[in-house]
């Protein structure tokens, strides 16, 4: 607990921070007011001297496996933006196991991890844990858009605590109950973190719509509720959930979701299904024309109208016959025929 | 499922095992009715998904942390009210029930949206109990989640974006323009014509003594005002005249010999006869109108000089 006069004080004399910038100390430490809120009694307006102080250390590593492309690194980046209480690690050997990541939180000193996992460069995986006995949860992650996009004009302070928003289905099921405990306690920035900012401007969504997690981001522009998009934003595609952190028995299987690589074999077999019955068809068809055709009986009547044809010539004759000149008075279009010339109309 | 049952019976479920089972047993089984004749194939039981509901819930007991509101600030709620939806009368019942159609991007994202709407609109009296301030001050200088860079390049596709819906607009806008421009054109070409059709008619009939009106002369001012009272007249006379003289000349048999002779009627029709004029006494009409200002003679106007 630092008494702020004498913060400044030491800013200034020791640390020498230039005036501009010391004004700017003194103005946000000064006429800072809190209130106390103990079992839905609040105390009496008081002036902090002081800052308050960090409670809820929450910290949340956040970091991926080899093989990630270019949108997960950036919306690796975007979450840690996002979360002020975030720390970065560099990218696990595939060969390790995954309980080796337990151990990597352990030395980074974290209590929350976000793993993500791709696999042959096109499926992101991403688990959410509780790193030390806690459960854990592993999703697949679809529809990813970053920051970066264009598209999604509202910006925030970087660090600044998010709103956490819950569809009232998170809390029908008991699996959706758990993700949402977890969800909370990973993403919503701990009070009074240094790094964190004051204030509270922008809200995170979460909504299960088609049986899946929707993550959306927005910026609180006015006091009346009118919100834009920031982003980052995706789709979590539950898997299982497990008792401990990245292994343990099974809680929860997901019945619906069906991996992408059952998803693009079923496509595949479709396409071949398909070809197949052409092909049939077509064997089919030639089968029919190679078939004996059969033969009927001939009827008495047929002949009656067959009247016998023309002798032909026996010499056939390959080229035209010359043209026979005609009677017809024909003469100014001979001339035009002949000059090429036009010839006035008499 | 007589055949699962057969298997559970005998506390089989494989292939292989089913394989041993005895001629014997079998036949037993057959008599007692569970086996049909045929290729019996024995039946997997589909793979159920683990939902252990009991592990779930301890879990969370454990894992849940009783931290106060304002560290976690999370809010279960549902969207709020589609506001426009209500006005035009399309909510359907889907919506009301909670079921949202994720593949109609549009309405999937406003139900998000909505339901953030909802959030803030509950937690920021909240926030303002606690103290929390929401709003950023404006000499408050941060680092933002996005730079400033990214901002001015956002900005830029959005105007870009404008500037494109407009140019389109205006094109639209010149093409009707232009449009009814052309139309506009036609019509008064033809309405030119026709008044030079009206002219050259109106003067060829004074030319020819049907109208001894000078009205078109007047140009469009009269020519509005008259046309209509000089058309009825000529109207009236115009052809009739001709017709008259012509009928008068060759109608009824042609020309008649001795029209311009005297009879008897027409000796003793007097009314042409004027007594002044037979007379030569009707002078005032043929005089200038009255001496106006006779001019007074030499000696009188030397008399009047000399009085002056």
């Known amino acids: 607990m630092i008494d702020h006069s004498i913060l400044l004080d030491?800013?200034?004399?020791?640390?020498?921070?230039?005036?501009?910038?010391?004004?700017?100390?003194?103005?946000?430490?000064?006429?800072?007011?809190?209130?106390?809120?103990?079992?839905?009694?609040?105390?009496?307006?008081?002036?902090?001297?002081?800052?308050?102080?960090?409670?809820?250390?929450?910290?949340?590593?956040?970091?991926?496996?080899?093989?990630?492309?270019?949108?997960?690194?950036?919306?690796?980046q975007d979450l840690k933006t996002m979360m002020p209480h975030s720390k970065a690690d560099t990218k696990m050997d595939r060969k390790d196991k995954l309980f080796v990541v337990n151990e990597v939180c352990e030395i980074k000193n974290?209590?929350?991890?976000?793993?993500?996992?791709?696999?042959?460069?096109?499926?992101?995986?991403?688990?959410?844990?509780?790193?030390?006995?806690?459960?854990?949860?592993?999703?697949?992650?679809?529809?990813?858009?970053?920051?970066?996009?264009?598209?999604?004009?509202?910006?925030?302070?970087?660090?600044?605590?998010?709103?956490?928003?819950?569809?009232?289905?998170?809390?029908?099921?008991?699996?959706?109950?758990?993700?949402?405990?977890?969800?909370?306690?990973?993403?919503?920035?701990?009070?009074?973190?240094?790094?964190?900012?004051?204030?509270?401007?922008?809200?995170?969504?979460?909504?299960?719509?088609?049986?899946?997690?929707?993550?959306?981001?927005?910026?609180?522009?006015?006091?009346?509720?009118?919100?834009?998009?920031?982003?980052?934003?995706?789709?979590?595609?539950?898997?299982?959930?497990?008792?401990?952190?990245?292994?343990?028995?099974t809680l929860y299987e997901n019945p619906h979701f069906q991996s992408p690589n059952m998803c693009r074999r079923l496509m595949r077999m479709e396409k071949a299904a398909r070809q197949k019955e052409r092909q049939m068809v077509k064997e089919i068809r030639l089968e029919k024309r190679k078939e004996v055709k059969e033969v009927l009986t001939e009827d008495v009547t047929d002949d009656v109208f067959v009247t016998p044809a023309e002798e032909k010539p026996k010499e056939v004759e390959h080229e035209a016959p010359r043209p026979s000149k005609s009677k017809k008075k024909k003469k100014h279009f001979q001339i035009m025929a002949k000059t090429g010339k036009r010839q006035k109309w008499r | 499922m007589a055949d699962v049952e057969m298997e559970t019976q005998m506390g089989l479920d494989s292939e292989e095992d089913y394989g041993e089972l005895s001629d014997a047993e079998l036949q037993e089984a057959f008599s007692k009715g569970l086996l049909k004749p045929g290729l019996n194939v024995p039946l997997e039981e589909p793979k159920k998904a683990v939902n252990n509901i009991e592990g779930l819930k301890m879990c969370l007991a454990e894992f849940k942390k009783n931290l106060p509101w304002v560290e976690r600030l999370d809010l279960t709620n549902h969207p709020a009210v589609d506001v426009l939806a209500k006005i035009e009368g399309t909510l359907n019942k889907k919506q009301s029930s909670g079921e949202i159609d994720a593949e109609d991007d549009f309405q999937r994202e406003m139900y998000f949206y909505r339901q953030a709407q909802a959030t803030v609109l509950e937690?920021?009296?909240?926030?303002?109990?606690?103290?929390?301030?929401?709003?950023?001050?404006?000499?408050?200088?941060?680092?933002?989640?996005?730079?400033?860079?990214?901002?001015?390049?956002?900005?830029?596709?959005?105007?870009?974006?404008?500037?494109?819906?407009?140019?389109?607009?205006?094109?639209?806008?010149?093409?009707?323009?232009?449009?009814?421009?052309?139309?506009?054109?036609?019509?008064?070409?033809?309405?030119?014509?026709?008044?030079?059709?009206?002219?050259?008619?109106?003067?060829?009939?004074?030319?020819?003594?049907?109208?001894?009106k000078l009205d078109f002369l007047e140009g469009d001012q009269e020519g509005k005002k008259g046309s209509t009272a000089s058309k009825s007249q000529m109207s009236k006379k115009g052809p009739n005249a001709k017709r008259k003289y012509k009928d008068q000349k060759f109608g009824f048999g042609g020309k008649k010999k001795g029209s311009k002779w005297n009879t008897k009627e027409s000796f003793n029709d007097v009314s042409g006869f004027r007594a002044k004029t037979a007379h030569g006494k009707g002078g005032k009409k043929f005089n200038k109108g009255g001496k106006k200002n006779k001019r007074p003679g030499k000696e009188t106007r030397r008399k009047m000089k000399a009085r002056k």
């Open chain 1, 10 to 76: 030491r800013l200034e004399n020791l640390v020498g921070v230039t005036v501009m910038a010391l004004s700017w100390f003194r103005s946000y430490l000064t006429d800072h007011y809190q209130i106390m809120n103990v079992n839905s009694e609040s105390s009496v307006l008081t002036k902090v001297k002081c800052g308050g102080k960090w409670k809820n250390k929450e910290r949340v590593l956040v970091f991926s496996s080899r093989g990630i492309n270019f949108r997960t690194r950036h919306l690796m």
């Open chain 1, 110 to 249: 974290c209590n929350k991890c976000i793993f993500f996992e791709a696999k042959k460069n096109m499926d992101l995986y991403m688990w959410v844990s509780n790193v030390p006995h806690g459960p854990s949860a592993k999703f697949l992650v679809q529809n990813v858009h970053t920051l970066a996009e264009l598209k999604m004009t509202g910006n925030c302070l970087k660090g600044s605590r998010p709103l956490l928003s819950f569809d009232p289905k998170f809390d029908k099921e008991p699996h959706y109950a758990l993700l949402k405990e977890l969800f909370t306690q990973t993403f919503s920035t701990p009070q009074y973190h240094p790094k964190s900012q004051p204030f509270v401007d922008h809200v995170l969504t979460f909504t299960i719509a088609d049986k899946r997690i929707w993550f959306r981001n927005y910026q609180i522009i006015e006091e009346d509720a009118s919100l834009v998009e920031i982003g980052p934003r995706f789709v979590l595609n539950l898997i299982k959930i497990f008792q401990g952190s990245f292994g343990g028995p």
């Open chain 2, 123 to 212: 937690a920021l009296p909240k926030l303002k109990k606690l103290q929390i301030p929401t709003k950023r001050p404006d000499d408050y200088f941060a680092e933002m989640a996005k730079t400033d860079q990214h901002m001015q390049k956002v900005r830029k596709k959005l105007m870009q974006k404008q500037m494109a819906i407009e140019k389109s607009e205006k094109a639209k806008k010149l093409r009707e323009q232009r449009k009814f421009g052309k139309k506009v054109q036609v019509e008064v070409l033809q309405k030119r014509q026709k008044a030079k059709k009206a002219m050259m008619t109106a003067v060829k009939k004074y030319q020819k003594g049907m109208t001894d």
